[in-house]
Structures are given as structure tokens and as C-alpha cells.
């Protein structure tokens, strides 16, 4: 049996992320694991889209498809900008789309 040193644990909560810190990561998790929430995403890495259209090529209704990003902008997953009266949603940064491929490639797919 292996047994931590004194030393690795004093040291430990140096490493580890704090209380608030754990919260949101657990919240991020959290966020991708609702399936329509990753093929919303999944359709938002390749293009920019508005409610309309991500209603469509997900088969959902408005109303749910506006409350999923609701989530998604709380943790600034995703970021919106106006067009005249439509509003475009794209991931807020690349590394979502890593952070999917990287479950992907986990996966085997």
C-alpha cells in the first residue's frame, strides 16, 4: 500500500482549487451533461446560429433551446451578438470545442 508523505499533504491545498473555484467547475461539468446541451454546442462549433435555427436542426422548441443557452451564457459558454433584431450564439471560446473533441476521442468515436 502506498501512503501520502507528511510533506504531499501539507502541500495538497496548495494544489487544489478552493471551494468557489470547485463550485463553478462542477457547474461547467455539470452543463455538458444534458444531451441536448452537447449537440447544441456541437451545432454552435461549427457555425454561429440564432434560436430559430438551432430550434430547427435540433428539433426542439424556442422556448427550451432559449433556456438552454440562458444556462450556457451564465457560465460564459456561449456569447451571443445582436444582428439587427436576431441574436447569433457562438461558443465563447475554443476551448469548449477542444473540450468536446477531447470527450470524443475518449469515446472512440
Excluded at 9 to 22: E, F, G, K, R
Excluded at 28 to 46: E, G, M
Excluded at 92 to 106: F, R
Aim: charged share 25%; net charge neutral.
Amino acid at each position: 500500500m502506498i501512503v501520502a508523505t507528511a510533506k504531499v499533504l501539507n502541500d495538497m491545498d496548495c494544489y487544489l482549487p478552493d471551494d468557489d473555484s470547485v463550485k463553478r467547475i462542477a457547474r461547467f461539468f455539470a452543463l455538458l451533461s444534458d444531451p441536448s446541451r452537447v449537440k447544441l454546442l456541437s451545432a454552435l462549433t461549427i457555425s454561429p446560429l440564432c434560436v430559430t435555427d438551432i430550434a430547427a436542426i435540433l428539433n426542439m422548441n424556442q422556448t427550451t433551446v432559449s433556456h438552454q443557452l440562458r444556462l450556457l451564457r451564465d457560465l460564459d459558454v456561449v456569447s451571443c451578438e445582436r444582428q439587427g433584431k436576431i441574436l447569433k450564439y457562438r461558443i465563447a471560446n475554443p476551448k469548449i470545442n477542444e473540450i468536446l473533441l477531447v470527450g470524443v476521442e475518449y469515446l472512440g468515436y
